[in-house]
T-cell receptor
């Protein structure tokens, strides 16, 4: 089944403790992206990647890191999480970039709470 | 830089009544426009998209949207809603050849019995 998977689905952590949220897709998509969803703010793009070793900042990259060492994986890293990073996170992938009109396929989401 | 405004944060509508969810965007270049739907406790999925050509775009589940370049709008419509349409709807814009995408803040559609 074609899908985007994220792990973990739920995570509660403490301020400053490094964490990684994994994202994997099995559709051989070139483009992958991370978003955060907050009430009243909709989805905001954190980082995106057009291909292996190519990443770019979205609208809210501060406090996050990403890497794209393999085409199928695009982990999101919070080196020193803070409470304002408490949010619902979505990973998405598409055949190519949204600038070419391709639709994105979204993962199920990861709910992160930082205390 | 592009931006997206969804004019209503919540829209209540009676079952079997028509609905319109409004979306306006701003951009100085040509754009691609998308509507995504998020059902409760799920990720987003594509409803429809406008790339070029006919300004009336048909999507899944009976939804359609009309691209209006002069008014920079991409409103979503359905002639008769069902309880299963209860969800949050997001409009998104991506500029041609720019792979950054901007989402609106979302519109919650409440279907009243």
């Amino acid at each position: 089944e074609a899908q985007v998977t994220q792990n973990p689905r739920y995570l509660i952590t403490v301020t400053g403790k490094k964490l990684t949220v994994t994202c994997s897709q099995n559709m051989n998509h070139e483009y992958m992206s991370w978003y955060r969803q907050d009430p009243g703010l909709g989805l905001r793009q954190i980082y995106y990647s057009m291909n292996v070793e190519v990443t770019d900042k979205g609208d809210v990259p501060e406090g996050y890191k990403v890497s794209r060492k393999e085409k199928r994986n695009f982990p999101l890293i919070l080196e020193s999480p803070s409470p304002n990073q408490t949010s619902l996170y979505f990973c998405a992938s598409s055949l190519s970039g949204t600038g070419h009109g391709y639709e994105q396929y979204f993962g199920p989401g990861t709910r992160l709470t930082v205390t | 830089a592009q931006s997206v405004t969804q004019l209503d944060s919540q829209v209540p509508v009676f079952e079997e009544a028509p609905v319109e969810l409004r979306c306006n965007y701003s951009s100085s270049v040509s754009v691609y426009l998308f509507w995504y739907v998020q059902y409760p406790n799920q990720g987003l999925q594509l409803l429809l998209k406008y790339l070029s050509g006919s300004t009336l775009v048909k999507g899944i589940n009976g939804f359609e949207a009309e691209f209006n370049k002069s008014q920079t709008s991409f409103h979503l419509r359905k002639p008769s809603v069902h309880i299963s349409d209860t969800a949050e709807y997001f409009c998104a814009v991506s500029e041609n050849r720019d792979d950054k995408i901007i989402f609106g803040k979302g519109t919650r559609l409440h279907i009243l019995p």
